[in-house]
Nanobody, 123 residues
Framework: QVQLVESGGGLVQPGGSLRLSCAAS????????MYWVRQAPGKGLEWVSA????????DYIDSVKGRFTISRDNAKNTLYLQMNSLKPEDAALYRC????????????????WGQGTQVTVSS
């Protein structure tokens, strides 16, 4: 049974930091590109970040470049997102996703999804 379980969300003030985690099980984690995708209230899914199978290549949406860092630990089957200098517009439900094969920013092509962890940025 495939599972992706996110954690680490919460309420943080603007300028603050959070570290999200995504624990994977039920599939060969190291064979999959991994992604963070977010959905703000009343808006659609937005691709945030990607990391390749070995962790050597990453990509980010422009609005988070320089503030967010994606990483993975294949020995622990865990994906991370370090979020610094958080802004109110970063508030959303953050979900991790997995894709076998090559990288794609096409969200609809992702194979597995977590339920998400809520990030609220407010003073």
């Amino acid at each position: 049974q495939v599972q992706l379980v996110e954690s680490g969300g919460g309420l943080v003030q603007p300028g603050g930091s959070l570290r999200l985690s995504c624990a994977a099980s039920g599939f060969t984690f190291s064979n999959y590109w991994m992604y963070w995708v977010r959905q703000a209230p009343g808006k659609g899914l937005e691709w945030v970040s990607a990391i390749n199978t070995g962790g050597s290549s990453t990509d980010y949406i422009d609005s988070v470049k320089g503030r967010f860092t994606i990483s993975r630990d294949n020995a622990k089957n865990t994906l991370y997102l370090q979020m610094n200098s958080l802004k109110p517009e970063d508030a959303a439900l953050y979900r991790c996703a997995a894709r076998r094969g090559y990288h794609s920013s096409r969200i609809q092509s992702y194979d597995y999804w977590g339920q998400g962890t809520q990030v609220t940025v407010s003073s």
